[in-house]
């Protein structure tokens, strides 16, 4: 069997679940990568056979969406792109909300099945945000096109939802506490960010960003650059995590039942979306950082808990569902 498989590199999540899930796909056929967007980071093993810059998001310092960023980066190319993109070619087109192939498949009449964390949002009953934000919505909901989904989420929503996929780095851990805080908040600058947590000088910050290229050190804060292996042992060792409002990272944190403080982007539905449902788990959630950060912060360390996160269903489990499904 010959298998396509769509990322979108809006940020690391998506590909480093690729990562992950590429053993296991290799177990049923030859499996060729398409990656879209130029926000991810992450250095990465797979066989990436095709790439386009598709949709990427771009981010003000003060931790904010630019918006019209975004747009210019937009081309009539993806059009061509799509058109030429020989999905036709596979048996299977999986596709982890990716919009040129699903574009490709839509030309072409080809089925694909949409795969991932955004594709729980098939689903009515995956948690959303309270705010109002119909476009955020409508894209969550139409930017693929599939036949079919199977997606992941925190907890089961739906038939079709299943618990998050844990690299297995983690899975096999042993998790230690050695008081250091682990933070990846991407939409904030190091020149914003840094003043925060100068201040909390009885705290040791590992923060992971991509505006370094080597590990640097400034009195309590060590800054590293975005690194698979590096954030993994980060997390594994670390007290508790400061994130965004993105998917893998808080599963895993979860998972090893670290604490977790989520700052989500600002007027990204998703992350929000992703947000509330941490906050229905117990999960404390701040708007954004700004003046009240040092108290928020202590009310954090001192009185939150820790939410563990247990998985009904193993890689190889979710693979297999992957796979099955696709026979229907």
């Known amino acids: 069997m010959k298998i396509f498989y769509a990322i979108q590199g809006t940020g690391n999540g998506h590909l480093s679940r690729a990562i992950q899930l590429y053993p296991y796909l290799q177990k049923y ?16 093993s797979i066989p990436i056979k095709f790439k386009s810059k598709g949709v990427s998001l771009f981010y003000k310092h ?28 596979y048996d299977l087109v999986i596709n982890d909300f990716e919009f040129v192939s699903s574009l490709a498949c839509s030309i072409k009449k080809v089925p694909c099945i949409q795969f991932g964390h955004q594709a729980s949002f098939q689903s009515k009953n995956t948690p959303r945000s309270k705010s109002l934000n119909p476009i955020g919505n409508l894209i969550l909901e139409n930017f693929v096109k599939s036949e079919s989904y199977v997606g992941l989420h925190f907890n089961s929503y739906d038939t079709n939802i299943y618990n998050p996929i844990i690299k297995d780095e983690i899975i096999i851990a042993q998790p230690i506490n050695d008081g250091h805080i682990t933070v990846y908040l991407p939409q904030y600058s190091i020149h914003f960010l840094e003043p925060y947590l100068l201040k909390k000088r009885n705290f040791h910050f590992e923060v992971f960003t991509k505006e370094v290229n080597r590990i640097v050190c400034k009195n309590n804060i060590t800054y590293f650059p975005i690194n698979n292996n590096q954030f993994s042992n980060s997390l594994i060792r670390c ?20 604490k977790v403080l989520s700052i989500p982007i600002k007027n990204h539905f998703e992350q929000a979306c992703n947000a509330f449902a941490l906050e229905q788990l117990g999960i404390k959630v701040l708007k954004e950082v700004d003046k009240r950060f040092s108290e928020q912060f202590d009310q954090w360390v001192n009185n939150s808990s820790a939410i563990k996160l247990d998985l009904q269903h193993s890689t190889a489990d979710i693979v297999e569902i992957l796979m099955n499904q696709t026979k229907k």
């Open 29 to 44: 056929g030859e499996v060729d990568f398409f990656l879209s967007g130029s926000n991810s980071q992450l250095n990465n």
């Open 62 to 89: 003060t931790g904010g969406l630019d918006y019209m960023k975004i747009l210019k980066s937009l081309s009539l190319n993806l059009y061509k792109e799509a058109k030429v993109l020989p999905v036709e070619q």
């Open 239 to 258: 007290y508790g995590i400061i994130t965004a409002g993105g998917f893998e990272t808080p599963a895993e944190a979860m998972y090893m039942n670290k």
